[in-house]
């Protein structure tokens, strides 16, 4: 038995100075973009923050026609303890919980990590360094970082911060 149901994603990348989500529809076994957009990040205001990604995430289910999961990107480190944000270039991220926020600000469940950490593993995964034995990956914009990848897996650390050289 196949499920016939539509299914669609939202993929949002907060940095220093913008939001932007992508909202992508499943063909089959193609993603196919449905909506995207750009916003400034609300940068010091941690409840003007998680509007902005409502009024991002309320667009985008619109476009796609159904309610998505949320995947997010974000600078800075969780605390695997706490899960509190640290060494965030976003002030308004510093020392929240920021999945549980967005987990009950959205109503659905969240996936969230390190936005240098989910570029490498795309790239592993699939993009440039796709079936490569290993791969260091870097973004340099409002902040700096990077991810290491070995065979396609995502190497986080004790800390979670394997490969994170900036900030």
């Not at 993929?11 to 909506?35: C, N, P, S």
């Not at 026609?65 to 949320?70: D, E, I, K």
């Not at 944000?85 to 600000?105: E, I």
């Amino acid at each position: 038995m196949t499920n016939s149901e539509p299914r669609g994603y939202h993929g949002i990348d907060i940095g220093g100075t913008k939001i932007e989500l992508v909202a992508f529809a499943e063909d089959g076994h193609e993603l196919r973009e449905v909506h995207r957009e750009r916003i400034a990040t609300p940068g010091t205001d941690f409840a003007e923050f998680l509007l902005a990604v409502q009024g991002l995430v309320g667009r985008a289910d619109k476009a796609l026609g159904l309610r998505a999961p949320v995947g997010v990107g974000l600078p800075g480190v969780i605390d695997s303890a706490t899960g509190r944000q640290l060494s965030s270039n976003v002030p308004a991220l510093n020392g929240r919980a920021v999945a549980h926020a967005l987990k009950d600000a959205l109503e659905r469940p969240v996936a969230i990590g390190n936005d240098c950490q989910c570029f490498a593993l795309s790239e592993a995964q699939g993009g440039a360094a796709h079936g490569q034995p290993t791969m260091f990956g870097a973004i340099i914009g409002t902040g700096a970082g990077g991810g290491y990848c070995v065979d396609g897996r995502l190497l986080r650390g004790a800390n979670g911060v394997a490969g994170e050289w900036g900030h």
